[in-house]
């Protein structure tokens, strides 16, 4: 047999043997693998805080991720989407605008999970200038109010919590306080600089955004006056990330997202 015969032999034998080798030890492909992709996620501008930590976080477990925010009124990140914004990710304050969207096709019926619930409370400037130590104190002429606009969701849900006022503290009291509101902003964050910024004595807000501004005074609202916000979340149903997305979804719903949300002044998933 000649030389070049018997290497020829050789080469053959070598690419058999490693063939079978990759046969029998297939590729195992680990969550933790880098993926060079960037996440859209549209989200309620209560949850900035605890979002930008999360999405830190995200980005640590999965190296080649990067997490984008786009956080704002619900109702107005809804509208975006249905104009044709690419999203991956929608995380609203209320179940209404999800509802709009699985309506609109955007979202799958099947695909929205509550993962956590908020409720309200009254926030006043550090030296709470107009002397409030009450929810009582509202309906007193010349409070300045700010609230959310009616059609942001905290908004709504503040104009529910003075309906229930209104049957303890008086027949006329939500329409006393509604005449103090100097402001109807379109979303939390806005009513929460409002107060900072001293251009307004109270503001109803949700327990998380009062958590993010400890130098800020708070009144508590009671369970029985108080109106309790559940959080759906979903993937888009045209995310071009699609499995990332759920990982997304499956991080906030695990014990490690759960844990960050409460930090932040969140209630657990119902």
Do not use: H
Not at 17 to 25: E, G, I, M, N, Y
Not at 141 to 169: D, H, N, W
Not at 215 to 241: G, H, M, R, W
């Amino acid at each position: 047999m000649s030389l070049k015969k018997l290497f020829l032999i050789s080469l053959c034998l070598a690419c058999f043997l490693t063939a079978c080798k990759s046969s029998a030890q297939p590729e195992v492909e680990s969550d933790d693998a880098p993926e060079s992709r960037n996440l859209i996620v549209f989200v309620a501008a209560s949850l900035t805080d605890a979002f930008t930590e999360i999405g830190g976080n995200f980005e640590a477990r999965y190296p080649g991720v990067t997490v984008t925010f786009n956080f704002g009124g619900s109702q107005m990140l809804r509208t975006q989407i249905e104009e044709g914004a690419p999203v991956d990710v929608f995380a609203p304050a209320n179940e209404e605008e999800m509802d709009l969207l699985i309506r609109g096709g955007f979202v799958l019926e099947t695909s929205p999970r509550i993962f956590l619930t908020n409720r309200l409370v009254l926030i006043l400037p550090a030296d709470n200038p107009a002397g409030i130590d009450s929810l009582e104190d509202l309906s007193v002429p010349g409070i300045k109010l700010v609230l959310a606009a009616e059609e942001v969701p905290v908004g709504r849900y503040s104009r529910q919590a003075l309906e229930k006022m209104t049957a303890s503290f008086g027949a006329d009291f939500k329409d006393k306080v509604l005449a103090n509101v100097v402001s109807n902003e379109d979303n939390v964050r806005q009513v929460v600089a409002k107060v900072q910024l001293g251009e307004a004595d109270a503001g109803i807000v949700y327990v998380s955004d009062a958590v993010a501004v400890p130098e800020l005074q708070i009144i508590e609202i009671p369970a029985d006056l108080n109106v309790a916000a559940t959080y759906p979340i979903a993937p888009l149903a045209e995310s071009a990330n699609i499995a990332l997305a759920e990982k997304f979804v499956d991080y906030l719903l695990s014990n490690e997202g759960q844990a960050t949300l409460r930090k932040w002044g969140f209630g657990p998933a119902p």
